[in-house]
Structure formats: C-alpha cells, structure tokens
C-alpha cells in the first residue's frame, strides 16, 4: 500500500482467486475511485512518483508496469523487470533486469514527453545472480545518490546511482534465515531501515 502525492488517496494491491489489481483509494469519503489491472501473477511492489501521478507496480512474474492514476490507464509494460522505482525527483525510471543469471539496472527519463522507453540514459551491469541473489526490490535514497537493492536470501547492496558503482553489501536482518519484508531510507538518507519476519525494526549505516 502507498500513499498517492497528495496523502488524499492510496493505492493497494490485492489477489482474490487468480485475479489481480491495484485499486486507487479515496481517504475523503472512503471509495474506491479506480481499479488497475493487467497483472496476471502477485504483485509484489507498488511505487509512486514523488512529483507526478505516475506509480509503479512490479509482479512476481517479473512484468513491471507503468501507470497514470489521474488518467487511469497503463502507459508502459516492462517485461522480464524484476523491479521498477522512482527516483528523488520523479524524472528518472529504473528497472532491475535478470537475464541469463546476469543482473542490471536501467535508468529511463522521464522528462520528455511522449515517454520513450527505447533507450536507457544509464546501464548498470551488476554481475550474476551467484554474487548477489536476484533483486526482488529497489529504493533510491531521498538525496537521489544511492540506490539500495533489495535481494533474495535477506541481502542489500548500495549502489551509486551516477555511476552503478558498488558502495556496500549487507545482510537486511541479522539473522540469515529470516527474510526481509520491507527495506528503505530514514529521510536523512543516512540509514536504511529493514523490517523482518519476526517483526523487528532495524537500522543500517549503509556507508
């Protein structure tokens, strides 16, 4: 569940008996205003733009989606992301991708419309899935000069988010067996805060 710009709305997933969407909330008077689908596999991240009406909603089936609440309607289909997310600013899209047991991040403008997504203002190659297991989750910090990487098997990497460059890798919970649900920057950008299974809250210095 997210919060739409404006803190009047949120936008929720949900599965009911193979049937998934994402429904847009109205808080005012408690209806529900519109109802997103496409998605034919769990959705497993919804994320939305800091500046514009534009939200993210990434499956388990590795298809992320672009859409646009105020238009209600889908404007760009990612096949094979693993993730997308949004930048501090709302301008620059990026999309985690696994091919082959390689792993990478493109970043997409946002800037110039009609969106294009043809070609990537930056690739990061992030090596394979045996260096780091596969991203199932992206956030960049509210500075916009990281972005931390959230992997299977409980694992974080910091990457810089001008040049792809490694800063940091890190358990997201201390104990290994345990798996993480939620993972994000304090408003400082200083920390990353991780939530796991047995419903703890810890804090990281990710430098």
């Known amino acids: 569940m997210k919060f739409a710009n404006h803190f009047k709305m949120i936008l929720c997933s949900s599965a009911r008996e193979g049937y998934y969407r994402v429904s847009l909330w109205s808080l005012h008077d408690?209806?529900?205003?519109?109802?997103?689908?496409?998605?034919?596999?769990?959705?497993?991240?919804?994320?939305?733009?800091?500046?514009?009406?534009?939200?993210?909603?990434?499956a388990k089936n590795e298809e992320v989606r672009l859409w646009d609440y105020?238009?209600?309607?889908?404007?760009?289909?990612?096949?094979?992301?693993?993730?997308?997310?949004?930048?501090?600013?709302?301008?620059?899209?990026?999309?985690a991708y696994v091919s082959e047991k390689q792993q990478k991040v493109l970043l997409y403008s946002l800037r110039v419309e009609p969106l294009k997504f043809d070609t990537p203002i930056c690739t990061f190659e992030l090596g394979s899935t045996e260096e780091f297991p596969q991203i199932v989750g992206m956030k960049f910090s509210f500075?916009?000069?990281?972005?931390?990487?959230?992997?299977?098997?409980?694992?974080?990497?910091?990457?810089?988010?001008?040049?792809?460059?490694?800063?940091?890798?890190?358990?997201?919970?201390?104990?290994?067996?345990?798996?993480?649900?939620?993972?994000?920057?304090?408003?400082?950008?200083?920390?990353i805060l991780t939530a796991g299974e047995d419903r703890t809250l810890y804090f990281w210095n990710w430098r």
Not at 71 to 95: I, S
Not at 159 to 180: C, L, T, W, Y
């Open 143 to 191: 500075d916009g000069k990281v972005i931390c990487l959230i992997g299977s098997e409980s694992k974080l990497m910091v990457i810089d988010a001008f040049n792809g460059s490694v800063i940091n890798k890190f358990n997201r919970v201390p104990n290994e067996q345990d798996s993480a649900s939620f993972a994000d920057f304090s408003l400082d950008s200083k920390f």
């Open 70 to 95: 105020h238009k209600k309607e889908c404007l760009a289909v990612f096949n094979e992301a693993c993730y997308g997310a949004f930048d501090n600013t709302g301008q620059v899209l990026a999309l």
């Open 30 to 58: 408690n209806t529900i205003l519109a109802y997103f689908t496409g998605h034919v596999d769990e959705i497993i991240g919804l994320e939305v733009s800091p500046s514009t009406s534009l939200f993210l909603s990434s």
